[in-house]
């Protein structure tokens, strides 16, 4: 749900949000995270010096919500991409992304939003 690592030389929190999305650090310790919501490639010279943070999709569901993201480019899709928590995401984006489609773990998810805040 959530790939990310913190190089503790320069303190840059670096996020990889889908396969292939690789990041790294401006520091000489050049730490990096890759891999998305697919798979969790980190590393840096120094190992010592790369905190890496994941978060599940057995977690908890007020945890998954506070990091899980969804990338968009504002309702007529020119806008730059940007990424937004699930916690964050406007009550009818939410719905219009189950009217989309995707990946069907990503729509059981949006649906679990969707009937977290109902029942809230």
């Known amino acids: 749900m959530y790939n990310s690592v913190t190089c503790l ?21 050049q730490t990096m995270v890759d891999g998305g919501t697919a798979y969790s490639r980190y590393g840096g010279i120094d190992m010592k ?3 890496p943070f994941l978060v599940y999709d057995d977690e908890r569901f007020e945890t998954i919500r ?13 806008g730059p ?3 937004v928590k699930l916690k964050d ?9 189950v009217d989309y ?12 939003e969707i ?5 809230k």
Do not use: Q
């Open 9 to 29: 030389d320069c303190g840059e929190v670096l996020v990889s949000h889908h396969r292939h999305d690789y990041k790294t650090c401006g520091c000489d310790n």
């Open 49 to 51: 010096k790369v905190k």
């Open 66 to 78: 506070e990091y899980a993201e969804r990338g968009g480019r504002g309702k007529d899709g020119t």
């Open 81 to 83: 991409l940007t990424w």
């Open 89 to 97: 995401i406007d009550y009818d984006w939410l719905h219009a992304i």
């Open 101 to 112: 489609g995707g990946p069907e773990w990503h729509i059981n998810l949006i649906k679990k």
């Open 115 to 119: 009937n977290y805040r109902d029942d």
